[in-house]
């Protein structure tokens, strides 16, 4: 393992990791302006040119604000929480591909942390590890609505989890690999004209069921509108971060949308082809590898900042479910469907022939 | 690099073994679930150490992620401490320290007279991976492999039928 290696990959994971932090950051901006315009008002604009300095005006606030520990016999575990939330939302950029091959003085370069061929089963690990975070920090706060807020929460997201990994499955065996990077080299360019007849090589257009399902599964995950029912400010009290204050529950807010960005980024991943764009083939043979795959990576971005829009849209047009709605849904439709989806696929993978 | 393996791995085992003994010794019983965790964690690299991901990640997912998120789930609704702990008798612990003690005896005297196995020529790093072991479970480990899953799936549907409140208006066992 030589140090140009080391460097390169150290050199990426800073860059994911900046990036990451960066566009959570803009994303709580966003939120508000996009909760402004679509409730008809002006939103945050008094903290900078056109209110964009706004996310570090929070996180001055959050920083100063007085840190509050509650009287618990769990101090560790209560500092512990939102560190093991954040964490594990933040591990997961590690093996998305953010981009196809750069070539740099003779050598290439990967633009992703990990290729590891057990990516998509990772990603599932690691949002299983999730729950921690809230179990730990809900069950330290010694408090009763903490623990509800807790277990209500973690209650949730384990049953979307099962949904969101047999929703998985029938992608997976349409794209034979469980790697990242494999699944969307598989949806190379726009058409797929290896078939018997051309057809959209994105798994939205082949998988649509699937697609369907996941989106439902990632809005359960991420505790976003219409599943937030694990910290409904206006109905519910406050939920597992009831006691948490200052920079911990800015940990707790943050990694929020650090896991949605991540999720955007699986599901553009998955279903939108990645750093795939249409006309891919020709850019490289015009422009060649180095710039077709710079614009492979403004493809990814774009299709991830949009998945963030989607997410914010959703939260100001949908309205709440109630909690056995919730359950009914993950555990008597979504579950089935996905089975359904895993058999249909099946069948037709026999029938076509290979 | 075979230093480097050696460090990972004496790091990986002081650690499982220090979550073990916490596990055991924890008053609390949410931290022993907790310590638990980790000694999974430290475990599940000691398969990375042995190129076997799949395993690895089967085991984050299936035990720290599932089977101890349900037990900390009942560990926290239960809310056990210290002082609802009830004391065993004094007999009962002088029986158990004496019966540990025997049952270490027999293991010491297994692995003092085991012969250790020599560590293989070389290392195959597509061993474990998931192309393999999907070649070997719908291969060559077919049966034993479907009477898993058929196995699995007598015991979930056992522990619905068993979890399912008996309606006393209905005649229907």
Same mark, same amino acid.
């Given at each position: 393992m030589d140090t140009i290696f080391i460097l390169e990959k150290s050199l990426i994971i800073l860059t994911v990791f900046a990036i990451t932090m960066l566009i959570a950051l803009y994303s709580t901006f966003g939120e508000r302006v996009f909760a402004a315009y679509f409730q008809d008002r002006l939103g945050p604009n008094r903290a900078g040119p056109l209110g964009l300095l706004q996310p570090l005006a929070d996180g001055v606030k959050m920083f100063t604000k007085e840190d509050f520990i509650p009287d618990t016999p769990n101090k560790f575990l209560f500092i512990f929480g939102p560190f093991l939330f954040m964490t594990t939302a933040l591990i997961t950029s590690s093996v998305i591909p953010w981009g196809d091959k750069l070539e740099i003085m003779g050598r290439t370069v990967y633009l992703?942390?990990?290729?590891?061929?057990?990516?998509?089963?990772?990603?599932?690990?690691?949002?299983?590890?999730?729950?921690?975070?809230i179990m730990v920090g809900g069950w330290a706060s010694n408090n009763k609505y903490s623990l509800l807020g807790a277990v209500r929460a973690?209650?949730?997201?384990?049953?979307?989890?099962?949904?969101?990994?047999?929703?998985?499955?029938?992608?997976?065996m349409v794209s034979e690999t469980l790697s990242l990077r494999g699944i969307v080299e598989k949806q190379h360019?726009?058409?797929?004209?290896?078939?018997?007849?051309?057809?959209?090589?994105?798994?939205?257009?082949?998988?649509?069921?699937?697609?369907?399902?996941?989106?439902?599964?990632?809005?359960?995950?991420?505790?976003?509108?219409?599943?937030?029912?694990?910290?409904?400010?206006?109905?519910?009290?406050?939920?597992?971060?009831?006691?948490?204050?200052?920079?911990?529950?800015?940990?707790?807010?943050?990694?929020?949308?650090?896991?949605?960005?991540?999720?955007?980024?699986?599901?553009?991943?998955?279903?939108?082809?990645?750093?795939?764009?249409?006309?891919?083939?020709?850019?490289?043979?015009?422009?060649?590898?180095?710039?077709?795959?710079?614009?492979?990576?403004?493809?990814?971005?774009?299709?991830?900042?949009?998945?963030?829009?989607?997410?914010?849209?959703?939260?100001?047009?949908?309205?709440?479910?109630?909690?056995?709605?919730?359950?009914?849904?993950?555990?008597?439709?979504?579950?089935?469907?996905?089975?359904?989806?895993?058999?249909?696929?099946?069948?037709v993978i026999i029938l076509s022939g290979n | 690099?075979?230093?480097?393996?050696?460090?990972?791995?004496?790091?990986?085992? @002081?650690?499982a073994?220090?979550?073990g003994l916490m596990?055991?010794? @924890?008053?609390?019983?949410?931290?022993?679930?907790?310590?638990l965790i980790g000694c999974f964690f430290a475990i599940a690299g000691h398969y990375l150490l042995l190129s076997a991901q799949f395993l690895a990640i089967v085991h984050i997912i299936v035990y720290a992620g599932a089977i101890m998120v349900l037990f900390l789930f009942t560990l926290m609704l239960m809310n056990l401490n210290e002082e609802t702990e009830q004391h065993k008798p004094a007999l009962a612990k002088i029986g158990a320290v004496i019966s540990a003690g025997m049952l270490m005896l027999v293991l010491v005297a297994v692995f003092k007279r085991?012969?250790?196995?020599?560590?293989?020529?070389?290392?195959?790093?597509?061993?474990?991976?998931?192309?393999?072991?999907?070649?070997?479970?719908?291969?060559?480990?077919?049966?034993?492999?479907?009477?898993?899953?058929?196995?699995?799936l007598t015991a979930m549907i056992g522990a619905v039928l068993l979890a399912k409140k008996q309606n006393p208006n209905t005649n229907q066992a």
């Open positions: 992703q942390a990990a290729d590891i061929n057990v990516a998509v089963l990772f990603v599932l690990g690691i949002v299983s590890i999730g729950v921690y975070g973690s209650s949730q997201m384990i049953s979307y989890e099962i949904a969101m990994g047999l929703s998985i499955i029938s992608v997976l360019g726009f058409i797929d004209w290896s078939g018997k007849f051309p057809w959209f090589s994105w798994y939205v257009f082949k998988q649509p069921l699937a697609f369907l399902i996941f989106l439902v599964c990632a809005f359960a995950e991420t505790n976003r509108t219409p599943f937030d029912l694990p910290e409904c400010e206006s109905e519910l009290v406050g939920g597992y971060h009831t006691e948490y204050s200052s920079m911990k529950l800015g940990f707790y807010l943050f990694a929020e949308y650090i896991n949605m960005f991540i999720s955007s980024a699986i599901i553009s991943l998955l279903f939108f082809g990645g750093f795939n764009y249409p006309g891919m083939d020709w850019v490289k043979q015009q422009l060649g590898t180095n710039a077709a795959t710079l614009i492979g990576v403004g493809a990814m971005f774009a299709k991830t900042l949009f998945g963030i829009f989607f997410y914010m849209w959703v939260r100001w047009t949908v309205p709440r479910f109630r909690y056995d709605q919730l359950m009914n849904l993950g555990w008597k439709v979504l579950i089935p469907l996905a089975i359904l989806n895993i058999v249909i696929t099946g069948a | 690099m075979h230093n480097f393996t050696l460090l990972l791995f004496l790091i990986l085992s @002081s650690l073994i220090f979550c596990t055991v010794f @924890s008053r609390n019983p949410i931290h022993s679930a907790l310590f085991a012969v250790l196995a020599p560590p293989p020529p070389y290392q195959d790093f597509s061993i474990g991976t998931i192309e393999t072991l999907g070649k070997v479970l719908l291969n060559e480990f077919l049966l034993p492999f479907e009477f898993a899953s058929v196995l699995l």
